[in-house]
């Protein structure tokens, strides 16, 4: 069976998880609007970027929140754009109703011009 070729794998170093890491992100991070979805970026002085996922139940239900995630964690995992920086991401509604192609343009147009400074 051929392979594909997959995009790099999600590993836990590329995880933010704890509680602390989320709030100084929050806190000392720069905030970017859109759309689809807020985000956070904070230098972490690490040769890689870092992702957090913060969909809460005021997302939607279960199922809503885990697609949310994983699109996002899809987009991050594809897209290596944004080396040394913590990101979190804050989803909102309209992100479940735009293609995957959509989102990751905007994720992608967001960083680009953020990291770029």
Known sequence: MPTVNAPARFRPSERIRRREEF???YDRGVKLHSRLGTL???????AWARLGIAATRKFGGAVDRNRAKRRIRDVFRRNKI???FDIVVIP???LLDVSLSA???EFCRLLERRTRR
């Open 92 to 94: 909102k509604r309209p």
């Open 103 to 105: 989102f990751e343009a």
């Open 82 to 84: 944004a080396p040394g």
């Open 40 to 46: 956070f970026l904070f230098p972490n002085g690490l």
């Open 23 to 25: 709030q100084a992100v």
